[in-house]
């Protein structure tokens, strides 16, 4: 069964420090994104990535947020200075196509905690 | 934008029963999700449906377009099928951004 691997699974950072979450979507995939869960809350929409480009991203994902896919197969998230807010689990995941029919493939998170 | 509600938010069931979460969604879609969260955060795709019905071992999906509702469905349910289990929807258009119900809890006792 393909995945998608995520790491690190667990980063502790002080406030105002930079964070890169990294991701390995399954080879063959084309679309890229980014989720995050608060605790407690619902998992939401950050950011899709398709032909080395953001293809939309959500009211969350302002200029502190970026993705990068810097060679072949990683898709990273990058958070320039952190807030105490920052604090979620940080979701990676792929598909072939757009989400439109396609099965989805998460990864198993990566949970950021800013202090 | 697409609204996603789901039911009930928690459920508790004794091993062997028969089991029914509900969503409902306020914009037409072309496809709806089922996801499954474990204990750990980890979240699993179960199915992609965008009409009728669909099995896979003692889970069934099944969705109604016109009355913008799906059923996910546990029959035999054993402690190992405790998790959150999640309905997804895209948003209003735009096919390759998800939204999320806000889960049902499911405990399954022994």
């Known amino acids: 069964e393909p995945e998608v691997t995520q790491t690190p699974s667990h980063q502790v950072t002080q406030m105002g420090q930079e964070v890169i979450l990294r991701c390995v979507p399954i080879s063959n995939h084309l679309y890229f994104y980014w989720y995050r869960q608060i605790l407690g809350q619902k998992v939401e929409f950050l950011v899709s990535f398709y032909n080395n480009e953001i293809s939309e991203k959500s009211e969350i994902f302002d200029d502190q947020f970026s993705v990068e896919r810097p060679d072949g197969s990683n898709f990273t998230l990058k958070i320039r200075s952190t807030k105490l807010e920052d604090s979620a689990m940080y979701f990676c995941a792929s598909s072939s196509q757009g989400w439109d029919g396609n099965t989805i493939y998460f990864g198993e998170g990566s949970w950021l905690t800013v202090v | 934008k697409n609204e996603v509600e789901q039911s009930p938010q928690n459920l508790t069931a004794q091993e062997g029963e028969f089991i029914t979460i509900n969503c409902s969604y306020s914009?037409?879609?072309?496809?709806l999700h089922w996801l499954q969260q474990h204990p750990g955060g980890g979240i699993v795709s179960l199915f992609m449906l965008s009409s009728g019905k669909k099995k896979h071992g003692r889970l069934i999906a099944t969705i109604n377009i016109q009355e913008k509702h799906s059923s996910l469905h546990i029959t035999a349910s054993h402690p190992r099928d405790s998790a959150v289990y999640i309905c997804a929807v895209p948003s209003r258009g735009a096919t390759n951004k998800l939204i999320f119900g806000t889960g049902t809890l499911l405990a399954v006792q022994p």
């Open positions: 914009v037409g879609i072309s496809a």
